[in-house]
T-cell receptor, first 108, second 113 residues
Framework: DAKTTQPPSMDCAEGRAANLPCNHS???????VYWYRQIHSQGPQYIIH???NNETNEMASLIITEDRKSSTLILPHATLRDTAVYYC?????????FGQGTTLQVKP | DAGITQSPRHKVTETGTPVTLRCHQT?????MYWYRQDPGHGLRLIHY???????DKGEVSDGYSVSRSKTEDFLLTLESATSSQTSVYFC????????????FGPGTRLTVL
């Protein structure tokens, strides 16, 4: 499975868009990009996933570059409840391997 | 909410005792997973199941066994608990969306003294 690189931490002002980057330069053609988040002490929560095209759901948008070597998760209007650790995972539909993720702190 | 419950939610036990954690799901999902989460290590896969009586090892399976005798229950057993197995254990199911999106239970916090 391809490895991912994420910044360890980021801040975002409440109400603003949060843009979380992820590098996955060794991604293979059949590997999907998944995003999860984990709010303190809770189980991880699935957010979104994509292969090549940009994706949007009720929680977030996923922008994948044309060469698929990086992606950005966008939370359009961050709230205090979005404070969490965000994990970017690359997987060919097999097992998920969680790294250290990005700790997003949303500030009032 | 994928209808996943874990029991117990908290347990304290002593070294050398057997421990069984239960994951229960109500939506007939085929794939189920057990992870552990420790500070500095993120989540690591212990075992997974792809159907009744069909299980396989993950990256940290030593010291753990699993059983799945019916679709809704996936049991994780520590035959002889050790202090290194103190951790938070999460169960997950694979959704039906075609990818590998997984939905997690609330976790079990296990302390081995």
């Amino acid at each position: 499975d391809a490895k991912t690189t994420q910044p360890p931490s980021m801040d975002c002002a409440e109400g603003r868009a949060a843009n979380l980057p992820c590098n996955h330069s060794t991604i293979s053609g059949n590997e999907y990009v998944y995003w999860y988040r984990q709010i303190h002490s809770q189980g991880p929560q699935y957010i979104i996933h994509g292969l090549k095209n940009n994706e949007t759901n009720e929680m977030a948008s996923l922008i994948i570059t044309e060469d698929r070597k990086s992606s950005t998760l966008i939370l359009p209007h961050a709230t205090l409840r979005d404070t969490a650790v965000y994990y970017c995972i690359v997987s060919p539909t097999g097992k998920l391997i969680f790294g250290q993720g990005t700790t997003l702190q949303v500030k009032p | 909410d994928a209808g996943i419950t874990q029991s117990p939610r908290h347990k304290v036990t002593e070294t050398g005792t057997p421990v069984t954690l239960r994951c229960h799901q109500t939506e007939n999902h085929r794939y189920m997973y057990w992870y552990r989460q420790d500070p500095g290590h993120g989540l690591r896969l212990i075992h997974y199941s792809y159907g009744v009586k069909d299980t396989d090892k993950g990256e940290v399976s030593d010291g753990y066994s699993v059983s799945r005798s019916k679709t809704e229950d996936f049991l994780l057993t520590l035959e002889s608990a050790t202090s290194s197995q103190t951790s938070v254990y999460f169960c997950a199911i694979k959704g039906t969306g075609g990818g590998n999106e997984q939905f997690f239970g609330p976790g079990t916090r296990l302390t081995v003294l």
